[in-house]
Nanobody, 115 residues
Framework: QVQLVESGGGLVQAGGSLRLSCVAS????????MAWYRQAPEKTRELVAR???????NYADSVKGRATISRDNVKNTVYLQMNSLKPEDTAVYYC?????????WGQGTQVTVSS
């Protein structure tokens, strides 16, 4: 069994920064934590950023230049640094990990950006 716990969200003013963390625990052998998604109210969940095993990163156009995804495989942790936050970044942020072709999600962390 795999558990994911996201943290680091909160209320921030526009222009501010947050660093989100996602830690995987439990049966983490061969787990691959590699992506952050977000879901705003009444919107579908969307990919924010992902990172491959070799460190190649991809970002949604809406966060490009403002977000940085990174990972620590030893700690089974994936991070998302968000800078120059905008009100439209307000959402619940989720990390996704995969193990043996099964996707795991955490409970999410709320990010609220005030104007």
């Amino acid at each position: 069994q795999v558990q994911l716990v996201e943290s680091g969200g909160g209320l921030v003013q526009a222009g501010g920064s947050l660093r989100l963390s996602c830690v995987a625990s439990g049966d983490t052998f061969n787990i691959n934590c590699m992506a952050w998604y977000r879901q705003a109210p009444e919107k579908t969940r969307e990919l924010v950023a992902r990172i491959t095993g070799s460190g190649i990163t991809n970002y949604a156009d809406s966060v490009k230049g403002r977000a940085t995804i990174s990972r620590d495989n030893v700690k089974n942790t994936v991070y998302l640094q968000m800078n120059s936050l905008k009100p439209e970044d307000t959402a619940v942020y989720y990390c996704k990990c995969t193990r043996y072709f099964i996707d795991y999600w955490g409970q999410g962390t709320q990010v609220t950006v005030s104007s």
